[in-house]
């Protein structure tokens, strides 16, 4: 049977480090809280308008092809994953496609937010499994912090996302016991409005929502506590489903690379599935939740620290708004 692997990996993170400390002077919030809820340290925030989601999908998309040594012009579909990207309209695929100088490949965008890398791994598996497809970029990219509320009113949500991207090439194994083993995709829109933006919005007229001003509408909002309950539910649902469907236990889990939300939700599903911490990656203190670039960079990560080696059983997951939230069972 064709199976697709991930072929080469790479990240791109914007310079500019924001501590805790440093949103301690925009906001009423502390270090201390934020390490005890999130675990996280510091994020990167790009300079506003000096780069954009789709040149930080660009730039890991690069490293992932040399990783890969495949060239721009042999990739035959690009999926981007993003829940901010430059423009309204056209998503952020196209630019990637134009930047890299590739043929004219099918770009296509997905909005699944915190799932993004999830769903577009599926997306290039079905492709190449099915022999439509050689090569697949599948790339997640987010600039969250041109549209994060800096002020206290906006602390529960701004202190947790950060920026980056992360991107993976996908092709053909040549070895039928390695690669994909299993994908598992799932959504709950009645949650939708738990975590969501809800401005700019095609149900009122442009100049009405205008004439309304940057009122709370325009930022993201969250019911942390509920999310923070289902996301703990849903990502051990999804590992269990995918280990269930390929006949492994959690003890055979090499490195579970779960999407980076919260330290607290990644401690929990070790609990949930009893993982020993080695078997568990986290590289949320530097970077914060980057949404749908998160699994990339942390694979990117784990990868260069030695943390996955070839013949490894690797569990993706996420879980993020929408509701939405999906694993992956990977033989490395
Ligand atoms: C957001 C989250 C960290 C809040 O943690 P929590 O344990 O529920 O928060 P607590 O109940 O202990 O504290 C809430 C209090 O802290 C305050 N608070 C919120 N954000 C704060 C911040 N950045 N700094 C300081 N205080 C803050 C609240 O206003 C509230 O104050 P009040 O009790 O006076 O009303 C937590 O709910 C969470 O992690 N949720 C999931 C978030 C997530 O991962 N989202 C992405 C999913 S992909």
């Known amino acids: 049977m064709r199976r697709s692997r991930i072929l080469g990996l790479g990240k791109a993170l914007p310079d500019r480090v924001v501590s805790n400390f440093d949103l301690e002077k925009l906001m009423d919030t502390s270090d201390e809280w934020i390490r005890q809820r999130s675990g996280i340290a510091e994020r990167r925030h790009v300079v506003p308008g000096r780069e954009t989601t789709s040149g930080l ?18 990739l035959d579909l690009i999926v981007a994953a993003t829940l901010n990207p430059d423009y309204f309209f056209p998503g952020i695929g196209v630019f990637v496609q134009e930047a890299l100088g590739c043929d004219t490949i099918g770009a296509l965008d997905l909005r699944t937010q915190c799932t ?23 790339v997640g990219a987010e600039i969250q912090s041109t549209a994060l509320d800096f002020s206290t009113r906006g602390r529960d949500v701004a202190v947790l996302f950060g920026d980056g991207a992360g991107a993976a090439v ?28 809800e401005a700019p919005s095609a149900m009122i007229p442009r100049h009405e929502e205008l004439a309304e001003g940057l009122t709370p509408r325009w930022y993201p909002a969250m019911n942390g506590r509920r999310v923070f309950t289902h996301a703990v539910r849903r990502f051990t649902e999804a590992i269990g489903e995918g280990l269930e469907a390929t006949g492994f236990k959690p003890a055979d889990i090499g490195l579970l690379v779960p999407h980076q939300a919260n330290l607290r939700i990644t401690e929990a599903i070790g609990k949930a599935l009893e993982l020993a911490p080695e078997q568990v990656y986290s590289n949320i203190h ?32 996420a879980f993020g708004s929408g509701f939405t939230w999906g694993s992956a069972v990977i033989r490395w």
């Open 116 to 138: 993004g890398f999830i769903y577009g791994l599926s997306v290039a598996d079905q492709f190449i499994r099915t022999g439509t497809y050689e090569r697949v970029l599948v």
């Open 57 to 74: 999908a660009v730039k890991a998309a690069k490293a992932a092809l040399d990783d890969a040594g495949v060239e721009a012009r042999d």
């Open 170 to 197: 996908v092709g053909a194994s040549e070895d039928e016991d390695r690669g994909i083993l299993d994908t598992r995709l799932h959504s709950e829109g009645k949650y939708a409005k738990e975590l969501w933006l």
């Open 286 to 317: 530097r970077y914060g939740n980057t949404t749908a670039a998160s699994i990339p960079i942390a694979l990117t990560e784990a990868v260069e620290e030695g943390r996955i080696a070839a013949g490894d059983l690797v569990v993706l997951a």
